[in-house]
């Protein structure tokens, strides 16, 4: 089943989009770090970033700000990140986690900016409401991985009281940095294993949910969560150990705090109403301090000395607060059921920043301290209306329409050290989408849609006006961005019979007024100057095929294999590959029909990726194909006094494969060896 899609559960094979889910028991069973490390075996989608807490998604070869990230449908995308780096899902325990659903494409009409490449919802877990759920529950649980030696403890404990529910959950977590296995990578060869360094993270979770409902199905909750991480960072290797340009780069993350309270109501099934049969609000406030360091060292090179070059050490703390409420009702005729609504959300973010600026290698070193903001105090707000009409045409043939108006705005505030404050915007557009389903036979569904979306360029891309964080370039503020749009469509087929469940997409994606990072041709302060400017247009392309086949004895296979194509239509000769151009997915596995035990091995084979820019890896002008395979298993050990111990076990990168994924390839910050991850849980 899935919510995210349509906004009501619905089941995927029902569904006229792709979409994938992942339920508490894969969670569970795979023991990821965060949400993001599941989506590695997933067709269509990547994974962005090294280290134990900051993965993040990439859908259809779009990343950062043009995926959005959801929690329970609402916003955690962060207007303060970087174009191509979203917010980090670890800010959600993997131990609340319910299920997570992944919509690949377009989704703008249902939750508005940033939905352009796809969705990604974290639905967490809520106790049940039922009157034959136990009164009681909780679990603990402890995870070793041998990949930088992680020790991660787990509580949660939950009880209903007439129509109340309570649910409680901690956890603690510490890793350390993991060694890359020797071997060859294209141009990299290393002889001996590797440290990755700034990959681990010293974190912690809390979260309390307290929940209502009536009889009749009107209820509401509440819910404070906060989320801790210290010591975590962007994966550094030493430049003189790769080889190539010898700039050192390294970017940690030293704090992070996030909390987040939210509270909502539901009226249940209403009666003798004309204009809606339920209604549902939901309002939250989340702050999301962070801290950055980045410390550079260029090196003049030859004839100098290799101590000789510039030292560059500079660091920013920014809090965003965000508040925000989403409402929306479903009105069910006969054959059809509309949902419309409201949602709002407004950031604010207030940040500080400081350098010092050392040259080496001409006399004694004279450090240069710098306190100017590079970016203003500034704030982001949206408002959006929704409307999504699910018709039933016929018995065999439904459509989904919907619409969407959207105005942002944002305004650069006045900050202490920027004597100019840049100008503010306020923009308006409108979205769309069709999807249509057609049962050609009761197993077999053809589907097709085609939808716009829409991107407001956030506040780094607007307002940031400084050197840039390398030192090489000059960022100016260019205020008047206008948002990207896009335009996709999706043609595909779905199968499912008792044993059988097959998909297959082909999908293209024209992004319109992209915006992308461009040479101006001046200096300001003797650096070139660039600015982010809207493009023409940008096009992802690609085909999607998923199959799972339920064999006699408690196995399954299954497999599904991606392909992705980016291009600049303006200029092709600019490569855009941010992800693999193939992958292919197999596992096989068994599970015993006692619910006692289960294994699975799990084969993953990435192409190799041509598109990128020549000179900008030093891995070279092709990242090389590689294969990983992984074992998995558990066991239920026993039931005492009514709580159960359960084991699992995972042994990854079984072959010890030296690499990288594709976007990780640039700094080369490859994987960890091959590694052992061990889980016991007790649960009553």
Do not use: C
């Not at 899902?89 to 796809?118: K, N």
């Not at 294993?193 to 009889?215: E, H, I, M, Q």
């Not at 604010?348 to 301290?369: E, I, L, Q």
């Not at 941010?578 to 192409?607: M, Q």
């Amino acid at each position: 089943m899935t919510v995210t899609a349509t906004r009501r559960a619905t089941d995927v094979q029902a569904v006229p989009t792709p979409v994938s889910v992942l339920d508490s028991t894969v969670l569970r069973e795979r023991q990821p770090n965060t949400a993001a490390d599941l989506l590695r075996e997933l067709p269509g989608v990547d994974v962005i970033g090294t280290g134990t807490n900051q993965a993040r998604p990439s859908i259809r070869g779009q990343r950062g700000q043009r995926i959005l990230l959801l929690q329970d449908g609402l916003r955690l995308n962060n207007a303060r990140r970087q174009q191509d780096f979203g917010e980090i899902p670890g800010i959600v325990d993997v131990a609340t986690i319910q299920r997570v659903e992944v919509v690949r494409g377009p989704a703008s009409v249902l939750y508005g900016t940033d939905a352009i490449g796809g969705v990604m919802n974290i639905i967490t877990k809520v106790p049940s409401f039922s009157k034959n759920a136990p009164k009681a529950a909780g679990s603990l649980g402890y995870r070793y991985g041998s990949a930088g030696e992680l020790s991660r403890g787990e509580a949660s404990l939950s009880g209903r009281m007439g129509n109340f529910v309570l649910l409680a959950t901690g956890a603690k977590r510490d890793a350390g940095n993991y060694d890359a296995p020797e071997g060859r990578y294209g141009n990299i060869n290393f002889t001996d294993k590797v440290t990755l360094l700034n990959a681990g993270v010293n974190d912690k979770n809390a979260s309390v949910y307290l929940g209502w409902r009536y009889k009749s199905g009107t209820g509401a909750f509440v819910r404070a969560e906060t989320y801790d991480a210290k010591n975590s960072g962007f994966g550094f290797i030493d430049p003189a150990i790769i080889g190539g340009d010898q700039t050192k780069i390294q970017i940690t993350y030293p704090n992070q705090h996030f909390t987040k309270w939210s509270a909502g109501f539901s009226t249940g099934v209403l009666t003798g109403a004309k204009v809606l049969d339920k209604a549902d609000f939901t309002a939250y406030r989340q702050v999301n301090g962070r801290d950055l360091a980045q410390m550079i060292f260029a090196p003049f090179g030859d004839p100098y000395p290799a101590s000789a070059g510039i030292d560059i050490k500079s660091y920013n703390h920014t809090d965003l607060t965000t508040s925000g409420f989403r409402a929306e009702a479903t009105k069910i005729f006969s054959r059809n059921i509309v949902v419309y609504g409201i949602d709002y959300f407004h950031d604010n973010a207030v940040g500080r920043d400081s350098s010092v600026t050392t040259m080496y290698g001409f006399g004694p070193p004279k450090p240069k301290s710098k306190n100017t903001p590079s970016l203003p105090s500034a704030t982001l707000s949206s408002t959006g209306l929704f409307l999504q009409n699910d018709l039933r045409l016929h018995d065999r043939l439904s459509l989904i329409v919907g619409g969407r108006w959207q105005r942002v705005s944002s305004e650069a505030l006045p900050t202490a050290g920027l004597a100019t404050i840049p100008p503010g915007d306020q923009q308006s557009t409108g979205v769309f989408a069709t999807n249509a389903l057609f049962k050609l036979t009761p197993t077999l569904n053809l589907v097709a849609s085609v939808g716009r979306g829409f991107r407001a360029p956030n506040l780094v891309e607007r307002y940031f006006n400084g050197p840039t964080p390398e030192g090489s370039a000059y960022q100016s503020a260019t205020p008047d961005l206008q948002p990207e749009q896009s335009l996709n469509t999706d043609l595909g087929v779905k199968f499912r019979n008792d044993r059988v469940a097959i998909e297959a997409f082909t999908y293209r994606n024209d992004i319109r007024d992209a915006v992308r990072i461009s040479a101006t041709g001046q200096k300001i302060n003797n650096l070139p100057e660039y600015k982010n400017v809207n493009v023409g247009k940008l096009r992802a392309s690609g085909y999607e095929a998923t199959g799972t086949v339920l064999l006699p004895r408690g196995v399954t296979a299954s497999a599904n294999f991606s392909k992705v194509k980016s291009v600049n239509l303006l200029d092709r000769t600019i490569p855009i590959g941010d992800t693999y151009a193939t992958k292919l997915v197999g596992t096989l596995g068994w599970r015993a029909a006692s619910g006692r035990g289960w294994v699975e091995y799990s084969v993953r084979h990435n192409g190799e990726q041509k598109d990128i820019v020549a000179g900008s890896s030093p891995v070279g002008n092709t990242l090389p194909g590689f294969t990983v395979h992984n074992l998995r298993g558990g066991a239920h050990l026993f039931t005492v006094g009514g709580v159960r111990q359960d084991l699992d076990i995972q042994v990854n990168n079984l072959t010890n494969k030296l690499y990288a994924e594709s976007a990780n390839a640039g700094f080369f910050r490859p994987e960890p060896g091959r590694n052992l991850v061990v889980a016991v849980r007790s649960s009553f």
